[in-house]
């Protein structure tokens, strides 16, 4: 299939919008010297939390970990959106829910990009480590792919225009270093957890969605390989290149290209497994699914805004609409798939929403935007999930139990 010339330039355009145009390129001074930023910071307690709106859920039947009584036919699934740096937002989260939820221990974990290393880190009981360490493995695996005496490498690295953004392989080093040295692929097997990893890529070398599951012996990514590709974010890294359990050629790149919010995936996954289950035993399948991202941006305008806009424009603008437009179309299927559905993610002010800057400030910001989620007891789908999973499992409500002992 052919194309107009005109078509050509815009796709060229959105392939060098981040580079130009994106919060995401712009260097660290740009970023502390901004007055939107600053702004932004300063007033960071007072962004609002999405708050989807009220739905009637049923947990008839739901227990927990070893307390189930469904004979394992209800199905807890675990989805995390990718993001970049934003990551921290669910990795914080997160490990407040383990805190929360000695028990939490879903039958299905399924990340895209930062989403699979937080997946990661919560499969290894290393969530804890991961939040306290994750400013350095930021800066770690955004390393600027420039050098001193090679100007035309530098100007190239610096704007995108004709190489990736960030070297490779300091962020494997950091992947590497977090899981630990002397590992092999059984240390990382479904048997081993007792959970069931799911990260999405995409194959550039023959133009195929991939996925790993290390509950899947005949996979052919080892866990290594699979988080560098899914978090090999075009214009950010070169795609990952490697030789498979299989002996052949792979070049991965980031999932996020089809499923940066991989929800629907996740449910479709727990289904076929459940299918698979019940053929077994019987037993009719429930999903619970707790959705997290990393963080939205509102794209909300006034009528007119969009219009006679150019290519210049709209590259800068489409990245953004392409990624958050098919979230959100991947939470409204997986609400309406049947299960019980908790999405929890942010509104962001946009300031926040660079997916690569690995400042304090920034970090701390989006420490910020956490802990509202947390400490925000409204009606929120975070808080709905804490307190209907706490009511199965029986655990006492800490911030209740501080009121009671206040009256």
């Not at 699914?289 to 509102?298: D, F, K, P, V």
């Not at 409500?397 to 009671?404: C, G, H, R, T």
Request: proline share 4%; hydrophobic share 35%; net charge negative.
């Amino acid at each position: 299939m052919s194309y107009p010339i005109s078509s050509k330039v815009i796709v060229a355009l959105l392939c060098l919008s981040h580079s130009f145009c994106g919060y995401s390129m712009l260097n660290e001074e740009e970023h502390e010297n901004s007055e939107q930023y600053n702004n932004t910071v300063s007033k960071i307690e007072k962004i609002s939390i999405h708050k989807p709106n009220k739905s009637n859920f049923s947990f008839s039947s739901f227990t927990a970990g070893s307390g189930r009584s469904d004979g394992g036919a209800t199905k807890l699934v675990l989805s995390l959106d990718g993001g970049g740096t934003r990551g921290l937002i669910e990795a914080i989260i997160l490990r407040e829910i383990v805190r929360q939820l000695p028990d939490f221990k879903p039958d299905l974990v399924v990340g895209t990009s930062v989403g699979a290393l937080v997946g990661t880190a919560f499969a290894l009981g290393k969530i804890n480590e991961f939040v306290e360490d994750f400013g350095p493995i930021a800066e770690q695996m955004f390393t600027r792919n420039w050098s001193w005496w090679n100007p035309l490498n530098w100007f190239r690295s610096t704007r995108g225009i004709s190489g990736p953004l960030y070297q490779s392989e300091p962020k494997q080093r950091a992947i590497e270093d977090f899981l630990g040295a002397g590992k092999s692929e059984g240390d990382f097997s479904y048997e081993t957890l007792g959970t069931r990893l799911m990260f999405p890529l995409y194959s550039a070398r023959n133009g195929r969605v991939a996925y790993y599951r290390n509950y899947d012996e005949s996979g052919a990514y080892g866990l290594v390989d699979a988080l560098m590709s899914t978090t090999a974010a075009p214009s950010y890294f070169n795609p990952h290149t490697f030789r498979g359990l299989d002996k052949n050629l792979y070049e991965g790149i980031d999932g996020g290209v089809f499923a940066n919010n991989p929800s629907k995936l996740a449910h479709d996954e727990m289904k076929v497994i459940s299918q698979r289950e019940r053929e077994s035993s019987g037993n009719r399948t429930k999903i619970v699914m707790l959705s997290m991202g990393t963080g939205r941006a509102e794209h909300g305008s006034e009528v007119g805004y969009y219009n006679n806009r150019g290519m210049l424009f709209w590259a800068q603008k489409m990245p953004n609409i392409f990624m958050d437009s098919a979230s959100q179309h991947s939470h409204v299927i997986a609400s309406h798939g049947g299960q019980d559905y908790y999405r929890v993610d942010p509104v962001l002010a946009p300031a926040l929403y660079q997916t690569d800057n690995t400042s304090k400030k920034h970090l701390d910001a989006l420490t910020t935007v956490a802990m509202s989620v947390i400490s925000d007891r409204s009606d929120s789908r975070y808080h709905s999930f804490i307190h209907t999973m706490k009511a199965k499992w029986r655990i006492e409500d800490e911030a209740e139990n501080e009121m009671e002992d206040d009256l």
